[in-house]
């Protein structure tokens, strides 16, 4: 199955990438609203940043599942979670609570090559447990392979180096044309973002070859 042109996939990229886009405007909009209020920025790079992210991550998974392991036929998300909503708050607290720890990390916070492809891969564990539950499969493991960890090292940080360079490009290049400023962070933040979308990727077709549907 080809998954980066799986209708699945290319919704959840969509939607991901306009959360994305989003999500420095907001920040901007806030941090001018509180300029004065120092405590509630630091709130919202230490707690709200992270939660939201946490949340993009979620909607992306469930989203690209069941192309984000490879299948083309796997029960509903639905059936999976089976009402209990609480499932869904546990995923959000552990991607929340790995952001926000990262965060605290100096150097490590402000490094999406690193925290997101960690708690992406988190959101994807979670549903791959849930879905080999409903299944009956016990020999499954959250360990996709050595030759695949390596992989999504690898992919993650030249991702993230090429996202840079060429996100830096293009939004100088609208900065110049629309004659504005700051359109450089706002592409570089979404790129970086969206490079690590492979890199998930990567890690749920690792667990997803764990299984023959």
Not at 36 to 46: A, L, R, S, V
Not at 81 to 106: C, H, K, Y
Request: glycine share 10%; aromatic share 14%; with cysteine.
């Amino acid at each position: 199955m080809n998954v980066i042109t799986s209708p699945d996939v290319l919704v959840a990229v969509m939607v991901y990438g306009l959360m994305a886009m989003t999500e420095p405007f907001v920040e901007s909009w806030l941090h001018d609203i509180f300029e004065t209020n120092p405590p509630f920025q630091w709130g919202w790079d230490q707690f709200f940043a992270p939660l939201l992210r946490a949340v993009m991550l979620v909607v992306f998974v469930y989203i690209a599942y069941p192309a984000l392991f490879g299948l083309n036929v796997a029960p509903g998300i639905g059936e999976l979670i089976r009402g209990d909503e609480a499932q869904i708050n546990t995923v959000i607290s552990v991607l929340f609570l790995a952001g926000f720890l990262a965060s605290l990390i100096p150097g490590l916070g402000r490094n999406p090559q690193i925290v997101l492809p960690i708690q992406g891969s988190l959101a994807a564990g979670y549903v791959f447990y849930w879905l080999t539950s409903y299944l009956g499969v016990t020999t499954a493991t959250f360990w996709p392979g050595l030759d695949v960890v390596l992989m999504m090292i690898c992919l993650s940080f030249f991702a993230h180096r090429l996202a840079r360079i060429g996100g830096k490009a293009f939004g100088d290049w609208l900065d110049r044309t629309l004659d504005t400023s700051g359109y450089d962070l706002v592409i570089v933040h979404t790129v970086e973002l969206l490079a690590q979308i492979p890199v998930i990727l990567l890690f749920g077709l690792g667990l997803g070859r764990q299984l023959a549907m």
